[in-house]
């Protein structure tokens, strides 16, 4: 009621409005010229925040609350990823990912240390270093679809033992801030390892025995509703009590997503907290923005530059040169340290904690500047070095030949050594509804030897069905795009569309067209009204149930012996009539 008869919550929602119309402006422009959105975003904040324009100053709550967008962005990614999938980025990003921030927070501290600093300084100087951002690598290689690359995939290792990391070196930074100890630094480490497992242990009960019964209830299937309000609940207070439990908000986020992956509700849930992630991860990043202070970057700006190129290029020598050590071969360790030569997101809130209040602090008002200076710096060059990493080797391989470049679209398909693609992971059948329809035509398709169908269905009766059948079946709304995407409709051949209702049907033509234009359609069409509007919205073939019918039923009736008794009965009569004999 205070919130409301002073005003307060609506001020903050008009900030909140003002950077997120100023982000989706800009960040339309940044993708019309052929620029990461990102970029934009990033940007918005720059213009509107309290060193430019001043429209929106509550800096501090605005972040605190975008945070929630990093941890609702791991923790779908970690529905992605189960933990058989986690097990297969193996132990290169473990132990490349633990070499690098504790020789990335050494080779800082020792430069700053160098330069005069002091140790306390120059520690918190090299702890802010040694972390990359996670919300912005890992949203441009899932955009990009590189996140399965083995650049992507080491760097994506190496980011979840970076947000491991935060939280002993949140730990070390309190510490030189309070003048703690070595000795309760390790205390407060080894506690924070035993709340870890029991987060662990009670996110697993939890997923595994008691959401399954939550989620077979007549009335969760019934309301749409009820499944997104319990996925947000999921999704949020995994991120809520891995914060409570003195641990990275996001990297308990991610785990929860991992341990619920392996579940088949975990695409809907994904889909279902799409929305909210996407407006929440576009205030984290125009929160970002809103630290910048371009009148004082304006008169310093060789100390930023000179900052900013040491960072990139000593993170991405150091993560080019653990990954290689640790096995991965040099085009792909080159490709990861490019992705991973920025300064994160985590290092506001160490920079934040090391500023401290006045009198007690460890960073001085000119060294926080240009490390937040340093930081907005290289998370905007990050969409360039990522577009950069997959094609880096072979420019270097064809700079030292001395020989010209290929074109553009050579350079990423010679220089993105994947997994081989089989001829049957680029045929599959998506069937869309798995009612008597969609059951009888996976039937027929596997009679004729076609196995690589995936259904997707919200009844877990038809997809039990389906299970049967030997098929891959996923709980999902067929109308989010996220569903479609994570059954693999970028490398569908057919699509196939079984579900009675038109409407519902067109959103999906609609989609389907959208996504992948060259997939094929067959669509089913409950009455012929609606057969000419699924034609207009895209489909390919469609299956008019009451022509199908009337069809039937007449074939029915010529095939009987009624058709024979009266075909029989009016040829005689004709005969009769012109007067011959039967």
Not at 150 to 158: E, F, K, N, Q
Not at 200 to 227: A, H, I, T
């Amino acid at each position: 009621m205070i919130a409301v008869s002073d005003g307060s919550m609506w001020k903050s929602l008009a900030s909140i409005l003002l950077l997120l119309g100023a982000a989706l402006l800009l960040g339309t422009i940044a993708e019309q010229l052929r620029q990461s959105a990102l970029l934009g975003y990033i940007a918005a904040g720059t213009l509107v925040g309290p060193n430019l324009l001043g429209w929106v100053s509550n800096q501090k709550d605005i972040f605190d609350l975008a945070e929630l967008g990093v941890a609702l962005l791991l923790f779908a990614i970690g529905l992605e990823f189960s933990l058989p999938r986690l097990r297969r980025l193996g132990r290169v990003p473990l132990l490349a990912g633990t070499l690098q921030v504790f020789f990335t927070l050494l080779a800082g501290a020792m430069v700053t240390a160098f330069l005069g600093f002091s140790i306390a300084e120059s520690l918190a100087v090299g702890a802010m270093i040694a972390l990359s951002s996670t919300a912005c690598v890992v949203r441009m290689l899932n955009d990009r679809a590189e996140l399965d690359s083995p650049h992507g995939r080491t760097a994506l290792g190496i980011l979840l033992v970076q947000d491991i990391a935060v939280i002993p070196l949140m730990l070390i930074v309190t510490a030189l801030l309070n003048g703690g100890t070595p000795g309760d630094v390790i205390l407060q480490l080894g506690l924070s390892l035993v709340l870890a497992a029991v987060f662990v242990v009670v996110f697993y009960g939890l997923f595994n025995f008691v959401l399954p019964r939550v989620l077979e209830l007549s009335s969760l299937r019934r309301n749409r509703d009820f499944p997104i309000l319990l996925a947000m609940l999921m999704a949020a207070g995994s991120a809520w009590s891995a914060h409570q439990l003195g641990l990275s908000p996001a990297l308990g986020a991610f785990v929860a997503g991992v341990l619920l992956a392996i579940s088949p509700f975990a695409t809907q849930i994904r889909a279902d907290i799409q929305p909210l992630k996407t407006v929440l991860v576009t205030l984290f990043f125009a929160a970002v923005g809103m630290f910048a202070d371009l009148a004082w970057i304006a008169g310093h700006l060789g100390l930023v530059l000179a900052v900013v190129a040491a960072i990139v290029l000593g993170k991405l020598i150091i993560t080019f040169g653990l990954a290689y050590l640790c096995g991965q071969p040099w085009q792909f360790a080159l490709g990861t340290g490019l992705c991973l030569a920025q300064v994160g997101e985590f290092s506001f809130v160490l920079a934040t904690v090391a500023h401290g209040e006045p009198g007690v602090s460890i960073l001085s008002e000119s060294t926080f500047r240009a490390m937040i200076a340093a930081t907005i710096a290289t998370l905007l060059l990050t969409p360039y070095l990522i577009q950069l990493a997959p094609r880096a080797a072979v420019m270097i391989r064809r700079l030292m030949q001395r020989n010209p470049l290929p074109p553009a679209d050579q350079l990423n398909a010679s220089s993105i050594e994947t997994e081989p693609v089989s001829k049957t992971d680029t045929d599959s059948i998506i069937i869309l509804g798995f009612g008597p329809a969609g059951q009888r035509v996976a039937g027929e398709l596997l009679q004729v030897g076609l196995k690589q169908i995936v259904v997707i269905d919200l009844n877990h009766e038809n997809l039990q069905i389906a299970r049967q059948y030997g098929l891959q079946a996923q709980v999902g709304d067929a109308t989010q795009i996220e569903v479609l995407e994570h059954a693999g409709l970028y490398r569908a051949r057919l699509v196939i569309i079984t579900l009675p209702s038109p409407t519902i049907c067109r959103q999906i033509i609609h989609l389907v067209r959208q996504m992948a234009p060259g997939t094929s359609l067959y669509v089913r069409c409950r009455y012929h009204l609606h057969h000419w509007q699924l034609l207009a919205a895209g489909a390919d073939v469609i299956v008019d149930e009451e022509e199908h019918v009337g069809e039937c039923l007449a074939q029915q009736f010529l095939d009987s012996s009624l058709y024979q008794l009266m075909s029989r009965s009016s040829r005689e009569t004709e005969e009769n009539r012109d007067g011959h004999s039967p």
